[in-house]
Nanobody
Framework: QVRLVESGGGLVQPGGSLRLSCAASGSIFSINDMGWYRQAPGKQRELVATITSGGRTNYADSVKGRLTISRDNAKNTVYLQMNSLKPEDTAVYYC??????????????WGQGTQVTVSS
C-alpha cells in the first residue's frame, strides 16, 4: 500500500502565497517523477509542474515564474511554493508520484487533493 497525503491548501488573496506539501508513505522502494496537477470547476485536470528524482523540473506556461516545485527525496515529499497567486489559480491541487514498491510493482499514485482558493 502506498499513500500520498497533501496539505497546505486554503484561501488566499490575489498576490498572496501558499506552500503545498505532499508526503508519500507505505511500501516504497523508490520514487521517480513527482508532480502537481490541478482541476478547476468545469475544467479538465491539467499539469502544473513535475520534478524528476534528480531535480529536473517542468512547468506549465501559465505558472512559470510564480510557482516552484521541489522535493525532499529522504522524506518522499514534494512541495509546491505558490507566489503571486491569481484568481485563475483557484482549483483542487493533486500530487502524483511514479512509485516502485518493495514488492516489485510500479504504478502512479495520486493524492486526495487540496483546495486552493484565490479571492479577495
Amino acid at each position: 500500500q502506498v499513500r500520498l497525503v497533501e496539505s497546505g491548501g486554503g484561501l488566499v488573496q490575489p498576490g498572496g502565497s501558499l506552500r503545498l506539501s505532499c508526503a508519500a508513505s507505505g511500501s516504497i522502494f523508490s520514487i521517480n517523477d513527482m508532480g502537481w496537477y490541478r482541476q478547476a470547476p468545469g475544467k479538465q485536470r491539467e499539469l502544473v509542474a513535475t520534478i524528476t528524482s534528480g531535480g529536473r523540473t517542468n512547468y506549465a506556461d501559465s505558472v512559470k515564474g510564480r510557482l516552484t516545485i521541489s522535493r525532499d527525496n529522504a522524506k518522499n515529499t514534494v512541495y509546491l511554493q505558490m507566489n503571486s497567486l491569481k484568481p485563475e489559480d483557484t482549483a483542487v491541487y493533486y500530487c502524483n508520484a511514479y512509485v516502485a514498491t518493495i514488492g516489485g510493482y510500479n504504478f502512479v499514485a495520486w493524492g486526495q487533493g487540496t483546495q486552493v482558493t484565490v479571492s479577495s
